[in-house]
Each structure stands twice: as C-alpha cells, then as structure tokens.
C-alpha cells in the first residue's frame, strides 16, 4: 500500500518505515517535504494497511520487490529512497535490485550491520499473548526513544496491534537474516548511490557511533541529531528534516538535470 502527495511531476521521494510501523511514522515529516517534492509512503506488507498474510514473503529481497513494483504502477521513474531503521535496510535492498531507479538514499537510524546492535537494550516483548497489551508494547518500543519513560504515541501501539505475530517476528527475522549476509556499508560501497545517513546519536538500539561505518561508501554525509534516539522522525520531526530534505533537493535536482 501507498500514499502520495504533491504534484505528480514533482521529484519524488519514497519514505519507508522501519519495523512494526507504518506510513504514519511519517506524519510529521510530510509537510515539510512536500513542498518540492512528490512524497511517496509505503507500507510494507505485514504493517499497516497492506495485507499481513501467513507464510513467507516477508524477506528484505521480497519487500524490496514490491516497493518497486509500486513505484513502476505510480510511474516513478526515478526517486531518493528513504528509510528509517529496517526501512533503510529494504531501501538498501531496492538500490540493489533497482538501481536505475533510486537517484539516492538516506538512511535514518539504521544499523549498519549486526555487530552494531545493542542486545542489552532490545527490550525484548516477553509475549504471552497476542495481541500484546498496552505495557508489553510499551516495553517493546521504549527504546526506540532516547530515553526511558518517554510517551509512547498511541499510533504506534494501535499499529503494533494491527499486526500478527507471524507478521512482526518475521520482518524483524528478514532483516537480521538481510544483515547476516552481508553488512549495508559494504553493500552500498559498490553501487554508488549518493548516501545521508542521519542518526540520533542517543540511539538505545543501534550504537550511534557505527554511523561512522558508511563512511566507507565513497561520498557518504553522516549526521548525528545529539539529544534523539531511534525514532528522530517521532522525536524531533523539523531537526530532521532539514538535513533530509536539503541532500533531496540535491540529488533531485542532478537527477532533473541528467
């Protein structure tokens, strides 16, 4: 499923959320792109309003395919890809099976690989019953905030509810199984895809300073928002964006161009 906005000869930019989500991980963040940009939101089968069937599909390779497959049925020629947390691992995945398509990538609080990742904080759900209760997602998402205690929005629990087990334990499985293959930085070194990574550097999942990682990629930019967690879309929505949006006029503008 896709949402869109702004004029269809607008550049586009496809936004893709991160695990247990949805499009509306990125309500805050719409207004401020659409301004010059066709902003394109997915939601990626199992999460929000795309179909959560039993059975396999959910690999970062068949995420992948589909979001191209929506963007060849909107007609999207080119775009700048963002994902935010495992929606930059399925951003990553697209680069590689579609890179005609994708201009560049930005990359919000997406670990570059396993070795990066904070067990001691993962906040593991201790599901007993499904679907979870309130506290049980809670604990589940609290460290997707920089820090503890924090409001969960209640969108994000209703969209957690939204799904099935099958569907959550199987995307957060895909994208280990994606990382195991193969670290992001190593992978998007070869493709040559202009590269933002921005991270909030108190991150209680991912360890702000493996951002450094991409430096690997020729040309990469790293921005640490200090002060933001996991969710700097969700926390601090205008800090953001300006980063985002002035490496997308960018690289849109070179895309226009060519």
């Known amino acids: 499923m896709c949402a869109r906005t702004a004029p269809h000869d607008a550049p586009a930019l496809v936004l893709i959320h991160g695990s247990a989500a949805s499009a509306r991980s990125w309500d805050a963040l719409v207004p401020m792109l659409t301004g010059s940009h066709r902003v394109i939101r997915i939601d990626l089968l199992g999460h929000g309003r795309s179909a959560k069937p039993d059975g396999p599909g959910y690999a970062t390779s068949d995420q992948a395919r589909r979001v191209g497959q929506a963007l060849d049925l909107l007609g999207v020629k080119q775009a700048v890809i963002v994902g935010h947390s495992s929606g930059g691992v399925v951003a990553t995945a697209l680069a590689e099976r579609r890179p005609e398509l994708v201009t560049a990538l930005v990359l919000i609080n997406t670990g570059p690989s396993l070795d990066a990742f904070i067990e001691a904080g993962s906040a593991a759900v201790g599901l007993t019953q499904w679907p979870p209760a309130d506290e049980q997602i809670r604990r589940f998402a609290s460290t997707g ?31 280990t199984d994606y990382l195991k293959q193969q670290p992001l930085p190593e992978r998007l070194a070869v493709l040559g ?52 949006l002035a490496f997308a006029e960018i690289h849109a503008a070179a895309s226009t161009a060519r």
């Open 145 to 175: 905030f920089s820090r503890a205690g924090a409001r969960i929005p209640q969108q994000l629990l209703d969209e957690m509810r939204a799904m099935t087990y099958h569907t959550l334990t199987a995307t957060m499985q895909a994208t």
């Open 193 to 244: 895809k202009p590269l933002l990574v921005i991270f909030g550097e108190d991150d209680r999942r991912w360890r702000s300073s493996s951002a450094a990682d991409y430096r690997v990629v020729p040309g990469a930019r790293v921005e640490l928002l200090p002060g933001l967690g996991h969710s700097p879309i969700l926390e601090d929505p205008q800090r953001t964006a300006a980063p985002l």
